[in-house]
Every structure is written in structure tokens, then in C-alpha cells.
């Protein structure tokens, strides 16, 4: 028994802040920006949160697949930046769409939570326990970054992304003899070097405490550690997937990865010794949008009629943790 995606959705803010928009508040520059990263431009919250971005993703997922909210049987919401600490941002996304009958639960994995949160479905469902569940990557990182750090501020944009999956007692099986669903799955995360990305909530404080300390709230980055762990683990976990699988990377139409950055991209293909032509890019519109850049790129895809039924995807990303994986799946 496998699951297939049969609905993607996606929200964005309205307003779009470019680099020269950016170089107005820090010491940099359009040029510097797009050669070191690719990004031209983001999306930045002024009034959606992080839960009303990802039900509105949500709400469209659900349409396309032809779904009702009613039938929802787990929600998934991966986030690094909710609004709230509790109740988490599955039970509000819930809430607003009307999914009474859900189970819902955050899932915390950074960038790479929207893979973590599909591989998460996808055991549930092996297990037998759900037979759909709507999985979302939504975040409002604007909040968590000091827009006085030029080494931040102008990698990230807010966003979300959703999918709807199910599975189905009947294998689909398209034209091209390929079997609809997920082929493989690899996580892995390496928590020894979880301080290279991190970002702190709040530090220990009670009547008990002898000195409350002070924490800087926002997000700190070693990029040059991070881009080294990208650049060499991404294209390791795609290859396991690729071999649990049996394929190969000529197998694959396209590979949709964590858009961070286009020179990580760049470098996948490389070593991969795949086609450049087969990563399609959104990073120049919308940045950075950890856990949401891959379910809003696969929302824009599949709306633009860019992946057909039976192309064999693969879906990587990285991120704060440090965490990693990648899938192998057939779409249907
Ligand atoms: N504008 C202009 N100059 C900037 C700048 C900016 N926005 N940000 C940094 N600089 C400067 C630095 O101060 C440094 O100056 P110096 O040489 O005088 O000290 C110089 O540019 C080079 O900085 P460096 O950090 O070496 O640049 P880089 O080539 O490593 O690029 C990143 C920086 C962040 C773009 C790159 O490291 C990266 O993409 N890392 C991965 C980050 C990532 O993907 N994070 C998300 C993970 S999910």
C-alpha cells in the first residue's frame, strides 16, 4: 500500500519586498543577492500568520483533490515558526477549515519538515491507521530574523505550502508501466551540529533561577557550515533514496528540492551528474521559505500543468536541525 499526492494548494503574503527594497535597510546590494543566492525577491507577512497561510494552502488542496474538509482524517503542519506555542498550528488550521474529524499535530523539522511531515503520513498509512491526511509547510520567518543582519535578512520570505494524500486498496498504474505513489523515503538528522542553524524561544526562567538570562530571539546562521552540509548531503540522501528505489537519476523527471539557494542547487545537479534543467526554481520569487518552498513549488508546478500524471519526482531538502531526506514517487 502506498499514498499519492491527488491535491496541492498554496498562500502567499501579498506583499513582495525586493533586494533593492532590502538594500535600503542593511549595508547590501540587488547584484550581491542574486549572484550569491539567486533570490531576487520574497514574500513578507503583514498581516497573514502562519496558520492562516497554510489553511488557505489548505483550502486549495483540498479543491483540487475534490475533498471535503469533513473528510480529512490527520492534518500534518510542519512549522519552525508558529504563532502560537501552544495550541499548535494544526489544531487552529483545523479549526478554520472545519476538519472536525482530523487528528492533527505540528511537526518541527525546519526546512525539511514538509518531506519529514510526508514520510510521517506515509508511515501512518502504511501502518493502517489513516487512510488521507492534508500535510502543510507554512512559516512567517520574517518574524524570527534581526532585519539588521545582512547575512539573514535577505535569504528568507514567508509562505505555504499543502498537499492532500491518499492511498487506495487499487495500485493506479500509468501509460508508462509506472506504479502512482511513493517509491522511497530517506530521513536523517544530525543533532551534534544543531547549533550551526538555530534560533532560541526563550531560556530558562523561574523563581528558581539564579540569573535570567537574556536571549537573542532571532535567527543565527553559520552559512558557510550549513552551504558545506548542503552541498554534501543532499546528494548523498538522494542517491540512498534512488538505490532503495532502484533507480537511477536518468530515472527521474524531475527533482524538486528545498530552494535555498541556487548555487546548492546547482552544485545537486553536479554532483549528481543529472540535468540542470530538470530543477525547476522558484527561490528568485519567493526566497527562502524553510519548510514551504517544497509544497509551493509543487503546487506551482502542477498548476502550470509542468509535472504529468506517471513522471517520477524526487522531493529533497535540508535544513536547522540538522536535518535532511529526500523521496522517490510517482505522480498520479
Ligand atoms: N550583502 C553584501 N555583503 C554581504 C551580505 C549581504 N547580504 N551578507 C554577507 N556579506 C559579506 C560578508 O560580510 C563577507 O564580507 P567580508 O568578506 O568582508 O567578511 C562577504 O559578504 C562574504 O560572506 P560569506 O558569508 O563568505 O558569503 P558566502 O559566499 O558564504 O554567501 C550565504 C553567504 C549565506 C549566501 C551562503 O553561505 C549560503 O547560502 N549558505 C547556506 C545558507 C542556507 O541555505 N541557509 C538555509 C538553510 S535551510
Redesign the pocket.
Known amino acids: 500500500m502506498t499514498i499519492k499526492i491527488t491535491g496541492t494548494g498554496s498562500a502567499l503574503p501579498e506583499k513582495t519586498v525586493t533586494n533593492s527594497d532590502?538594500a535600503k535597510l542593511?549595508?547590501?546590494?540587488d547584484d550581491?543577492?542574486r549572484e550569491?543566492?539567486g533570490i531576487s525577491e520574497r514574500r513578507i507577512a503583514t498581516n497573514d500568520t502562519v496558520s492562516s497561510l497554510a489553511s488557505k494552502a489548505c483550502t486549495n488542496a483540498l479543491e483540487m483533490a475534490g475533498r471535503n474538509a469533513e473528510d480529512v482524517e490527520l492534518i500534518i503542519v510542519a512549522t519552525c515558526s508558529p504563532e502560537f506555542l501552544l495550541p499548535c498550528c494544526a489544531c487552529q488550521v483545523q479549526s478554520d477549515i472545519g476538519a472536525h474529524k482530523a487528528v492533527a499535530f505540528d511537526l518541527n523539522a525546519?526546512?525539511s519538515g514538509f518531506l519529514f511531515a510526508l514520510n510521517t503520513a506515509y508511515a501512518y498509512v502504511q501502518a493502517g491507521l489513516y487512510k488521507n491526511a492534508l500535510i502543510v509547510g507554512s512559516e512567517v520567518l520574517s518574524k524570527l530574523i534581526d532585519w539588521t543582519d545582512?547575512?539573514?535578512?535577505?535569504?528568507?520570505g514567508d509562505g505555504a505550502g499543502a498537499a492532500f494524500v491518499e492511498t487506495s486498496d487499487i495500485d493506479e498504474i500509468c501509460e508508462n508501466g509506472r506504479k502512482v505513489g511513493v517509491e522511497s523515503i530517506v530521513m536523517g538528522s544530525d543533532g551534534t551540529k544543531g547549533m550551526t542553524?538555530s534560533c532560541m524561544e526563550r531560556g530558562l526562567a523561574n523563581p528558581y533561577v539564579e540569573k535570567i538570562e537574556k536571549v537573542n530571539p532571532y535567527v543565527h546562521?553559520d552559512?558557510?557550515e550549513?552551504?558545506k552540509f548542503?552541498t554534501r548531503q543532499v546528494p548523498a540522501c538522494i542517491s540512498t533514496a534512488l538505490e532503495k528505489a532502484g533507480f537511477t537519476t536518468d530515472d527521474i523527471d524531475l527533482f524538486v528540492l528545498?530552494q535555498?539557494?541556487i548555487?546548492?542547487i546547482e552544485s545537486v545537479a553536479k554532483r549528481l551528474k543529472a540535468d540542470i534543467s530538470k530543477f525547476p526554481v522558484n527561490l528568485n520569487r519567493v526566497g527562502?521559505m524553510?519548510s514551504a518552498t517544497i509544497p509551493v513549488l509543487l503546487d506551482e508546478l502542477n498548476r502550470d500543468g509542468k509535472i504529468k500524471k506517471g513522471d517520477r519526482l524526487v522531493l529533497s531538502?535540508?535544513?536547522?536541525g540538522l536535518t535532511y531526506g529526500a523521496s522517490v514517487l510517482v505522480w498520479g
Open positions: 532590502i542593511v549595508d547590501t546590494s550581491w543577492i550569491r543566492t525546519a526546512c545582512r547575512s539573514i535578512c535577505v535569504l528568507f542553524l546562521m552559512g558557510q550549513v552551504y548542503a528545498h535555498a539557494n548555487r546548492i527562502n524553510s531538502g535540508f535544513g536547522a
